[in-house]
T-cell receptor
């Protein structure tokens, strides 16, 4: 158990809908990272927050947004969902804002299925 | 730009035999490199990391990797495979800020009893 929690574990929704994925980092970690894992794209970095501020952006679509709250939990919002958004979404946390020296701890993931 | 190439999508070994998972990287600066493991229906777990210290890096569960700049490689090895090693393995390089990770496409390791 990494100490990172993600809810829900599974999510099934229809195209065009909007969903929110939630992540609680390990106690003491200030950075939260979001990743998407799909069969065709592999594992891709989406976005990073550090202590409430956006710190880095990867291959995140404009239909997707995220935020980190004062209690450091983070939410990833996915809107106007398409079939291709079906994937496993991981959250990871780290104590610092740079992960070259600090490990990222991954949550168990949220499996999103868009029908 | 940074990237990693995992040379084998699937590797199959017999229990008790050595494991070699190959990774080549591309980076315009001195990279930080990682190996992560993902067991079925689980999140990713860090096996080991290279951050410009010793070129031979030892990780958890008997795994190690050697950073070879001349070959731009960071291959993962283990002397003796165990059934519990069956999983997906990802080679990862970070960008110069340390904020963005670039994952390889993964290598699925099968261990035959």
């Amino acid at each position: 158990d990494s100490g990172v929690t993600q809810t829900p574990k599974h999510l099934i929704t229809a195209t065009g809908q909007r969903v929110t994925l939630r992540c609680s980092p390990r106690s003491g970690d200030l950075s939260v990272y979001w990743y998407q894992q799909s069969l065709d794209q592999g594992l891709q970095f989406l976005i990073q927050y550090y202590n409430g501020e956006e710190r880095a952006k990867g291959n995140i679509l404009e239909r997707f947004s995220a935020q980190q709250f004062p209690d450091l939990h983070s939410e990833l919002n996915l809107s106007s969902l398409e079939l291709g958004d079906s994937a496993l979404y991981f959250c990871a946390s780290s104590v610092a804002d740079r992960s070259t020296s600090y490990e990222q701890y991954f949550g168990p993931g949220t499996r999103l299925t868009v029908t | 730009a940074q990237s990693v190439t995992q040379l084998d999508s699937h590797v199959s070994v017999s229990e008790g035999t050595p494991v070699l998972l190959r990774c080549n990287y591309s980076s315009s600066y001195s990279p930080s490199l990682f190996w992560y493991v993902q067991h079925p229906n689980k999140g990713l777990q860090l096996l080991l990391k290279y951050t410009s210290a010793a070129t031979l890096v030892k990780g958890i569960n008997g795994f190690e990797a050697e950073f070879k700049k001349s070959e731009t490689s960071f291959h993962l090895t283990k002397p003796s495979a165990h059934m519990s090693d069956a999983a997906e393995y990802f080679c990862v390089v970070s960008d110069w800020t340390g904020n963005q990770f670039y994952f390889g496409t993964g290598t699925s390791l099968t261990v035959i009893p």
